[in-house]
């Protein structure tokens, strides 16, 4: 497989990155409300609480899971229409798996934070101790986030993939400390479009997903090819 790196390419890339990113917030968002029958907050564009009458909730560790659960569903198809034989499927997949930030889900884990460990440090404090508890979620993380990021690799061609697998790994995440954590999370915390009227999600952030994935849909066939669309 090979991509042609263009200013739209990237640009689509990244606008999917901020869609799939806000659809992870709602998977833990939807599950707060499923447990609690309230919403959640949605902080910024990657922190949110539940209401103090949910905190004791002794089922409140799953809204933290459903997050994870729905990216490692878009990582597993990804990596399974890399796996087929159909090369049609291949941009597709490649944007699943990276455009889900397997990278971003090793590192934060191997620094002993993300999702997946907090839910075990719920389920295994205080029998197990936290450095073990920081390593099986480095694993866990590893063994979910790995394969389909290899199989991108696997799958492009050039003498350069590795740098190219490199970028797609790190460049989102420069990009989204700037301007979602930076930019717009500043514009959050001066009160610009900051009500919540769906699930506790600030109103700038709902925006902002709808212009994203308006980019997304406008640049389809530049992401996922011209001969997938026709299929």
């Not at 806000?22 to 922190?47: M, R, S, W």
């Amino acid at each position: 497989m090979q991509l042609k790196l263009t200013w739209r390419y990237g640009i689509a890339f990244m606008a999917f990155v901020f869609v799939f990113g806000q659809l992870h917030e709602i998977a833990h968002l939807v599950k707060v409300y499923t447990i609690c029958g309230i919403p959640g907050k949605q902080l910024d564009f990657n922190l949110w609480i539940v209401d103090n009458s949910c905190v004791s909730n002794p089922g409140i560790w799953m809204a933290t899971l459903f997050g994870p659960i729905f990216s490692y569903l878009a990582m597993g198809l990804g990596f399974f229409l890399l796996l087929t034989s159909n090369k049609n499927f291949w941009p597709i997949g490649f944007v699943l798996v990276l455009g889900n930030l397997p990278f971003a889900r090793i590192f934060t884990a191997a620094m002993g934070g993300g999702d997946e460990t907090t839910v075990l440090k719920s389920l295994l404090l205080p029998g197990w101790s936290l450095l073990l508890i920081k390593i099986a979620g480095f694993l866990t993380v590893f063994i979910l986030s790995f394969p389909p990021l290899y199989m991108c690799f696997k799958r492009l061609q050039g003498k350069s993939k590795f740098f190219t697998i490199t970028g797609f790994c790190v460049l989102p995440l420069i990009i989204m400390l700037l301007y979602e954590f930076k930019l717009l999370g500043l514009a959050l915390k001066t009160g610009f479009l900051a009500d919540r009227h769906y699930l506790g999600i600030p109103d700038l952030i709902l925006l902002h997903t709808f212009l994203m994935a308006t980019l997304v849909l406008l640049n389809i066939k530049t992401l996922f090819g011209s001969k997938l669309i026709l299929l």
